[in-house]
Each structure stands twice: as C-alpha cells, then as structure tokens.
C-alpha cells in the first residue's frame, strides 16, 4: 500500500512537472511570438518612416554662391536676402522649384540653422528623456509615412533644394530632406495631438460700407509659440515661381508652407486651427494646401476648387480674401468634409470654430465652443468692429493689439481669451486691391508694422547697395503700450513664468504682483506651492484662481482637481 502510494504520488509530481514544462514553453514561445513582433513592427516603422528625395536631373544650382552686398545683405543673381533695420528679415526668390529652393536655403543658411536648434532645443524642453524624443522620431516618421505621396511634387522639389543648407547635427532625428518635410506637418501633428494648445489664432476682414474707402481689408494674428527664440527672426518672403502668381508670405528659417499670405492678384489666405480628433496618418499638411491657394488661385472660387482636391488630416479654417471679389469668406476643411461661410454681411470674423452650416453641427465643433476660449474671442472681435465704425488699417492693427476681455474687462496679460496674448508669431494687414501687406516686428503683434508694396518689389530688377524695400510712408508705429509700467511688469511676470516652468525658485507674491488679474499667475504659484507641499498657500492661490476670467474647461477642471487635492492633504 505504501509503495503504491509513493508511486503514485511520483507519477503526480511527474505529471505536474510535465504541465509545468509544457506551461513553459508555451510561455516562451508566446514571448518569444511577441519580440518577433516587435522586432518587426521596429524595423517596419523604421523603414516607412525613411523619405526619398525627389530625383532631380538637373542639379545644377547646387552650384550656385551667394555674393554678400552689404553686411548682412546677400546675392545670388536676381534673388537677394536682407537683415532690414526694422529687424525683420526679407528675401525674393525665383526660378524652377529645386532652384528656388536651393537659392532660398543659400541665402538664408544662418536662418535656418537656427530655426532648427530653437525648434529642437523646444522639444527637449517639452520631452526631456532622450529615450522618448528617440521613439518620437519613429512616432513621427510612422505617422508621416505617407506625406510624400501627398505634397505637390514641385514643393517637394523646394524643400530638396532647400535641405542641402540644413545643419549637419541632426542625422539622429533623420536625413537634411526628411526633417524638413516633417516640419512642414509639425503646425498640424501639434495641433493634433495637444487639443488643449490649439493655437489660438484670430482674423477678419471688412469690405464695402464696413471699410472706411470700402476696400477690402484683412487682419490677423497667427498666435503659434514655440518659445520666444522662435519669432526673433521672422521672414518676409517674395516668391517670383516659374509657375503661378507671385506670392508673399511670412514665414521663417526653412519653411516654405504658408500661414498667411498674399499674392499679386490680390488674394490673400490665413489659417486657423479648429478642433480635430487624433488622426492615423498624414495627408497633405494645411500650411502646403494654403501655399497651393496662393501661388495658383485669384479668386474664391478657385482658392475652394484647390482646396476640395487636397486631403488633410486636420481640421481647418481657411481664411480666404480676394480683391477680385472685394469680399472675404472662410473655407472650412475637416479631414472628411468641406465647408464654406459667406457671412451675408460685409465683414467676417473667425477665431478657431466653425461657422459654416455643415460644420459648426459637427460634435467636435459643440465641444471646441464650449470648452476652449475661441467663442469668447469671437465675441470680443465682434464688439471691436461694431464699436470702431468703418475701418481702416489703423483700427484693424489696433485690433489687433487689443489685450482686454469683453467689455473691455482686465483678464490679465496673456489671457488666451484676449485677441493679443503676447504669444504672436507675427501680427499682419493686408489691402489687397492696392497690393499693400503691413507685417509687425518684436515684440509679438505691438512692435512697428512695416509697410510692403508688391507692385513696387516684384518690379525691381535685383536689389541695389543699402536699398530699403519697405515703403516708410506708410509704416505703423509701435504700440505706446510698450513704455508703460504695466508692459514692464508683464516682462517681469514673463521672466518669471519661465524659472516656475522650469523649476526654478521665484518670489511668488512678486510674481502674482506682476500679472494679479491672470487666472493663470495664480495656476502656476498654486501648482509650485503644492509641489513643496505649502498646501495653505496652493489652496488660496487656486481658489483665487477660480475667481478670475479661465481660458479654457480644461484649465478650470485642473484648478478644481488641484484644490481638492490640496483640501485632502490639508485634512491629514
């Protein structure tokens, strides 16, 4: 009986044994499945993410050498490049599309060097850990695996030319070619992924019995940041195409997309974030469909026949302005649908929701109005225009530089509510039947508005020794804001904000001084009062927080949560 027994209980143990190695293997083979997979996913990802050039039979303009005119000023045949007294930077580029972007990436090497150390040095700060901004570089190759396939071949053969003047210490995040095609998509991959920082744009237009000598005129502020290093050095491009109209566009180092812009025809077109849901991959990037509309379109009706044929993985208001027409409209694209807002009167507003009958129905549009702060600004630039009477280019840059909230309420200095939030790339006015464009200079949309007349610079033949192309005349002057005592504080709350975002000790009661009606001041002293545990002090800065004009749902449910929180630490 008991030998019976033990060989029984052997046989278990056997058998368990057996369970156990089969368990095992199956195990392993599961794992061993899976790092398969991984193994291939990784070197899937890593070959779609790569991006080949456009082939070129004639590269012949590779030869080509900028001569230097002045200090700071430089040639290459009837193409020039200048750093202009006013601070902005100013370029005329023609010829076939590789040629024009080599000639472009010559002259403006320094420029977009730098572009990319600013853009790169931004990222860092927002994804610190190597090992993350390594994996976003697959990330972003993997989404924009089929970009090529959706950019115009001549625009591609532009940012190929232009890519042999990148700079050399980037080859980790990818080839001088693929980054700055990448870039081109990095307005829409942001404003895709990161919701809550939609950039907060603002335009519109008057016409007729609104303007004061009833032409058409368009403002707007194209509020995208990346960090004040990025708008120091913003261009003022003229581009004479083999092809199409001549066209300006304010751009900077690298980037030949458009955000605002106009052509010698008189059509002019802005862009405006909307809300967009998280796309699966690229199509073609809003900023290359906008410069499409403005090299090849002098009327709305064709500035929409280009559009409706580009498909793009965003959501976006095309502000669109046309002196042939003597109106503006706004073309609404989503990446399923298309729409078109005629407002039936004779000026148009638009911040970063939809307007048009079918798009405004959208769930995602119900959300962005309720939610973000665009109806708000809405609403605060419609009271401007109603209160200024006729406008004029002065009103309109005034506008523009507008910092209260409605009703001319104080919402502190930066509010996302107001129409200047001092995050501005550039400030820009168009009138379009004379061909005039007015750009800002720093700081933001309140430096000096500079004057250019598209009729008189694409007539020039080259560019002669300390030529200024700007026409003085008819320049704006800077806002008086900027020698007052609050402007000064604001400096010092700006200062300031910096050393709290990155972790730096700062004299909080200085601090909420410098800006004492932003909700945001007191965000930011709450968040670095809980983070070293002062919870009496976080708890009175959220709840004055709270009393305050808030931007956004998003930041009024943070402010909430954090004060909760406080409560329950101060009851332990």
Same mark, same amino acid.
């Given at each position: ?411 502190? !200095?930066?509010? @996302?509510? #107001? ?5 501005? $790339?550039?400030?820009?006015?168009? +009138?379009?039947?004379? %061909? ?109 927080? !709270?009393?305050? @004009?808030? #931007? ?5 449910? $943070?402010?909430?949560?954090?004060? +909760?929180?406080?409560? %329950?630490?101060?009851?332990?």
């Amino acid at each position: 009986m008991y030998q019976y027994s033990t060989y029984k209980a052997s046989g278990q143990k056997k058998k368990k044994r057996s369970i156990w190695k089969k368990l095992g293997r199956a195990i392993l083979y599961i794992i061993g499945f899976f790092l398969v997979l991984l193994i291939g996913l990784a070197i899937y990802i890593v070959s779609v993410s790569k991006m080949a050039p456009p082939e070129i039979s004639n590269q012949s303009a590779l030869q080509l050498q900028r001569k230097e005119l002045d200090k700071g000023t430089y040639t290459i045949g009837n193409n020039w490049f200048r750093h202009s007294s006013t601070g902005l930077y100013e370029m005329y580029v023609e010829g076939s599309p590789f040629e024009r972007g080599v000639v472009n990436g010559k002259l403006s090497k320094e420029l977009i060097q730098r572009q990319e150390d600013v853009f790169v040095e931004q990222i860092a700060k927002m994804v610190p850990s190597t090992f993350y901004r390594h994996f976003l570089r697959y990330f972003i190759g993997f989404f924009n695996r089929d970009l090529a396939a959706n950019v115009p071949e001549e625009f591609k053969e532009e940012i190929y030319g232009e890519s042999f003047s990148a700079s050399p210490d980037y080859d980790y995040i990818g080839s001088n070619y693929e980054r700055l095609m990448n870039y081109h998509a990095a307005h829409d991959i942001g404003h895709a992924l990161q919701g809550m920082y939609l950039v907060g744009c603002t335009s519109f237009a008057t016409w007729d019995d609104h303007s004061a000598d009833s032409n058409l005129i368009i403002g707007r502020n194209f509020d995208f940041y990346m960090g004040d290093k990025f708008a120091e050095d913003k261009m003022v491009v003229f581009y004479h195409p083999e092809k199409g109209y001549n066209f300006m566009f304010v751009t900077w180092g690298g980037f030949t997309g458009v955000v605002s812009g106009m052509n010698d025809q008189g059509l002019t077109v802005t862009i405006n974030a909307a809300r967009t849901d998280v796309p699966f991959g690229a199509a073609t990037p809003v900023s290359l469909v906008a410069r499409e509309i403005l090299q090849y379109a002098k009327t709305i009706e064709e500035a929409w026949a280009i559009a409706s044929k580009r498909r793009m993985f965003v959501s976006e208001s095309f502000l669109i302005g046309s002196a042939i027409d003597n109106m503006a409209v706004v073309i609404e694209k989503t990446p399923t649908g298309m729409d078109k807002y005629d407002p039936g009167r004779h000026f148009i507003t638009c911040t970063n929701h939809f307007q048009g009958d079918t798009l405004k129905t959208l769930g995602s549009n119900k959300v962005q109005l309720a939610q973000s702060a665009s109806a708000y600004r809405y609403l605060r630039l419609t009271e401007l225009l109603s209160r200024n009477g006729k406008n004029d280019v002065q009103k309109t840059i005034g506008i523009l530089r507008d910092r209260k909230g409605l009703h001319d309420a104080n919402i502190g !200095l930066g509010n @996302e509510k #107001a129409i200047n939030q001092f995050i501005a $790339h550039h400030g820009i006015v168009f +009138e379009p039947k004379k %061909k005039l464009v007015w750009v800002s200079t720093a700081p933001f949309q309140m430096g000096e508005f500079v004057a250019y007349d598209l009729n008189k610079i694409f007539s020039m033949q080259g560019l002669q020794s300390n030529h200024e192309v700007y026409d003085t005349a008819y320049n704006v002057p800077a806002d008086t804001f900027l020698v007052t005592n609050e402007y000064a504080q604001w400096q010092r709350f700006h200062t300031m904000k910096e050393q709290l975002m990155n972790k730096e000790s700062v004299d909080l009661k200085a601090f909420v001084a410098s800006n004492p009606e932003y909700y945001h001041t007191y965000v930011m002293a709450g968040d670095y009062s809980f983070r070293l545990k002062q919870f009496a002090a976080a708890k009175q800065y959220y709840e004055t927080a !709270l009393t305050k @004009e808030i #931007a956004t749902k998003g930041e009024e449910t $943070h402010i909430r949560v954090q004060l +909760e929180k406080t409560n %329950k630490a101060l009851q332990k």
